[in-house]
Each structure stands twice: as C-alpha cells, then as structure tokens.
C-alpha cells in the first residue's frame, strides 16, 4: 500500500462530520416548531446527535425570526427549514479534532456544510 492509499485519522474525523451534519440535517427538517417549542427542539437535536461516536460538543441555535415570519394559520407552527439552522459540532477522533458547521449562506440561498477548523487534540 502506498502512502497515498492510507486513510488518516483526519480523513476519519471529518468523515464522521460528514455524517452527523447529514444525518442531523436529514433527521430534522421537517419538524413541526413554534416559539413554544423550538427550545426543546434545538436541545432534541443536540442531545441527538451528542450520543454518537466521536461528537464531543454540539451547539444547535434556531432562527426564531424565521420561525415568526413563517407561523401562520389556526395550528400556529410551520416546519423546521435548514435555513433556520445554525449548527456547530466539534469531531475528536483520536488525536484529530474537527469543528464543522452547518448555516445558512445568504449569498448562495443554501444552508451550507462546511468544515471550520481541523487539529491536533492537544492543540486549542
């Protein structure tokens, strides 16, 4: 096996990332919220994806804006959108720590999925 051929553990760390932001993503959207119930939402998604392998830290916020400007009608709530999401998830895979996130870009109209920042876990 040549060098090139070797899978590091920072192909690894960002690939469980790559997971957990698409599952995260997948999972929730469509998810009926209001202003009473995004909270418990956001702490749902959180404690989600908190539980699997390798996920050392997740912040999930919810554009209540959002939320306001698209509940209307008797029922009072509409539907999670990934535009309403702004997610951070820091990755520690062995010695490699990935901060990922996923937020609404205005520019390209996208909730977008991007890696922040990769390193050595006994670096800050």
């Known amino acids: 096996m040549k060098d090139t051929d070797m899978i590091t553990d920072r192909d690894n760390a960002l690939f469980e990332a790559g997971i957990k932001l698409g599952a995260l993503y997948h999972q929730f959207t469509g998810s ?4 009473k119930t995004v909270k418990s939402l956001e702490m749902a998604i959180q404690e989600s994806i908190s539980v699997q392998p390798f996920a050392r830290d997740i912040t999930v916020s919810i554009d ?3 939320i306001t400007s698209k509940v ?3 029922f009072g709530y509409c539907e999670l ?3 309403m999401l702004d997610v951070r998830i820091t990755i520690c895979y062995k010695t490699i720590m990935a901060d990922v996130s996923l937020a609404y870009d205005l520019e390209l109209d996208y909730p977008l999925m991007k890696i ?4 050595s876990s006994n670096q800050s």
């Open 32 to 35: 009926p919220v209001n202003l």
């Open 116 to 119: 922040d920042k990769v390193y």
């Open 72 to 74: 209307n009608g008797e």
């Open 64 to 66: 209540r804006e959002a």
């Open 81 to 83: 959108e990934g535009r």
